[in-house]
């Protein structure tokens, strides 16, 4: 039997919220195609742009964890997709919460648009950063790798 290394707390924990950043883009992209007649076209953009973002981050965080690296070389490795992870998941709990305000204030759905201008500014961003730094900082973590992977 081959012996499992144990994962440090610090790369489990980091790596449960890129994957938590994953599922809850993945959520909002599928709402977003189930009604993609009432969405603006922005909003499908950034949406899309963040689900690519965050599950491009993801797998690059498994590869380095399965990897065997240092924490060290882990949290340097993550730093762009941890970044990146953060900001989606603070994005939207303000939705979720900006939507929970909108029904108690009965607001229009029409007047709660958040993919004007800093969601959608954030989508095109995070994955031009993940394809950049992010890919650099994965390669680098990658180099000090103490197994291949297969």
């Not at 007047?111 to 959608?120: H, I, L």
């Amino acid at each position: 039997m081959a012996d499992k290394a144990v994962v440090p707390r610090t790369q489990r924990g980091w790596f449960i919220v890129y994957w938590i950043a994953v599922g809850i883009n993945l959520l909002l992209f599928l709402e977003a195609l189930l009604n993609a007649s009432e969405f603006a076209f922005t909003s499908l953009v950034a949406v899309t742009l963040a689900t690519a973002s965050t599950l491009i981050g993801a797998i690059f965080a498994t590869r380095i964890v399965r990897a065997g690296v240092t924490t060290t070389a882990f949290i340097k490795g993550t730093t762009t997709v941890r970044a990146i992870a953060v900001a989606w998941i603070l994005i939207e709990l303000a939705i979720v919460s900006g939507t929970i305000v909108a029904v108690l204030a009965n607001l229009e759905s029409s007047e709660v648009d958040w993919s004007g201008g800093f969601a959608s500014t954030v989508g095109s961003i995070s994955i031009l950063a993940v394809l950049a730094s992010g890919f650099s900082e994965y390669r680098e973590a990658m180099g000090g790798a103490k197994k291949p992977l297969t």
